[in-house]
């Protein structure tokens, strides 16, 4: 959906076998900053992230392991 002031939301739902989770992306407008919260249906965990988003030609890729 999209609100009065032009800011994006998303949402979706995501099933496997480590994890039950709703995923909710937010896009604000006039900027490339985005969010994403990761919130678990079971244990209740919630992880958020933010950032920004680049064009792919601009983007670096980066891979990194969970540090628990």
Request: proline content about 3%; charged content about 5%.
């Amino acid at each position: 959906g999209k609100d009065e002031n032009g800011n994006i939301f998303y949402s979706f739902s995501i099933q496997g076998s480590g994890i039950s989770a709703v995923v909710y992306v937010t896009l604000t407008a006039g900027t490339n900053q985005a969010s994403a919260s990761v919130n678990a249906n079971y244990s209740g965990n919630r992880m958020v992230f933010n950032g920004y988003l680049y064009p792919y030609s601009s983007a670096g890729i980066f891979e990194g392991q969970p540090s628990y």
